[in-house]
């Protein structure tokens, strides 16, 4: 370990940046539940919400794509305070309620995790090793379900479902900024800038596909799972006639809780038959879920979210360790920044056009197409994956 290191406390960050990370994320998975209540409340159709949700993508695809300079991840401890500020000021904006709000708090949420997801990777990976090496993919899953669940609760069973998540979560958010300030204090001054190089395991794993493979399966992971935050609900709430928004939103809960189960499945077990399954599974997914809207069967929905889920959270994670094996910390925080960039942008330009089309087809029409145009895609990503890593590794291993 560097000398930069070498008067860290890690007890200390080491527990506090998965948490603060995973608090960061929550933010923008607060108004995902809530859009139905949005799209009657203000008068919102498919098309506007699905700009609001992707306001969001778009600002955390320019700010990651700013931090992916290796330059800008060289202070991740100033950083990912400013990320942690930046959520509260987010959640405060959000709160208002309104149409703009929605969009610029959205924003704000979008360059509050594009500072964190690099400096996250960056601290985690020089704190405590290979194992933290896909810390930003299981952050952003567990981030994901924590704020969606909470979102989704308060709405159905708490007062002010517009107000009281924003409130919880910039509280929360604060006492998450108080613990990194005084963990990196006991960090010395110097040290918040990272070493070029640090003395970490950055061995290659041998059964690994082609980089830009790892990167195709990020963003078919993001676009799969930003459709049904951002549309299954929409055709729950309309074309399923419910008001409830715990059954609208059962479909975006089933598919974060199995996008966990999906992403902790994966140690240890071969990366190219988990990356193949990772595609089948959300292959399968957006087929029963078009099949299951069109017919009116929510608990199906349900289910097919749930397969989209545990592809989308076993393939951004592979798809993470493959597109960064065996990178030093500091290069680490520039690849999962560019890794979550192109990720979140195919998804923001994805569920845009999903939006578009549903508003002018119909909400069962659109995700019929939306199947038809992905399906193709995850079976392209499934053969590669699995194709690449045979041609790289020996047929007697």
Do not use: K
Request: aromatic residues 6%; hydrophobic residues 55%; contains cysteine.
């Amino acid at each position: 370990m560097s000398r930069a290191n070498s008067g860290l406390s890690p007890r200390i960050l080491s527990a506090t940046i998965p948490v603060a990370f995973v608090v960061i994320v929550a933010g923008p998975n607060l108004p995902n539940p809530l859009l139905p209540l949005y799209g009657r409340t203000l008068g919102l159709d498919p098309a506007d919400l699905s700009i609001v949700y992707s306001s969001f993508l778009i600002a955390l695809t320019i700010t990651l794509a700013a931090m992916a300079r290796p330059r800008m991840q060289s202070r991740p401890g100033a950083a990912l305070v400013a990320a942690l500020l930046m959520a509260v000021v987010a959640d405060l904006v959000l709160s208002l309620a309104t149409h703009p709000a929605l969009i610029v708090g959205r924003a704000l949420n979008g360059i509050s995790l594009g500072l964190g997801t690099g400096a996250a990777a960056s601290l985690a990976l020089a704190l405590r090793g290979e194992r933290a090496r896909t810390l930003a993919a299981t952050g952003t899953i567990v981030g994901a379900v924590v704020g969606s669940i909470i979102a989704v609760t308060l709405a159905q069973f708490g007062p002010a479902p517009l107000i009281a998540g924003y409130a919880i979560h910039a509280a929360v958010t604060c006492a998450a900024l108080i613990a990194v300030i005084v963990g990196l204090v006991r960090w010395p001054r110097s040290s918040w800038a990272l070493d070029r190089q640090v003395a970490i395991n950055t061995a290659v794993p041998r059964d690994l596909p082609a980089r830009w493979t790892g990167y195709l399966m990020g963003s078919l992971a993001w676009i799969s799972g930003g459709i049904i935050v951002a549309l299954v609900p929409l055709a729950i709430s309309q074309d399923l006639n419910t008001t409830s928004l715990l059954i609208a939103g059962l479909g975006t809960i089933a598919l974060l809780v199995f996008a966990n189960i999906g992403q902790f499945s994966v140690g240890g077990r071969s990366i190219r038959h988990m990356s193949a399954l990772a595609m089948i599974c959300m292959g399968a997914g957006v087929v029963i879920i078009a099949a299951s809207v069109a017919a009116g069967l929510v608990p199906f929905v349900v289910l097919g979210c749930a397969f989209v889920g545990f592809g989308q959270g076993a393939g951004y994670r592979l798809g993470l360790r493959i597109a960064s094996a065996g990178l030093t910390p500091r290069l680490q925080g520039g690849r999962a920044s560019v890794y979550a960039c192109i990720s979140y942008a195919a998804c923001a330009l994805f569920v845009i056009a999903g939006g578009e089309v549903a508003t002018r087809v119909g909400l069962t029409n659109g995700l019929w197409i939306v199947a038809a145009v992905l399906t193709p895609l995850f079976v392209v990503a499934a053969s590669t994956a699995s194709r690449r890593a045979r041609e790289r590794v020996p047929q007697h291993e």
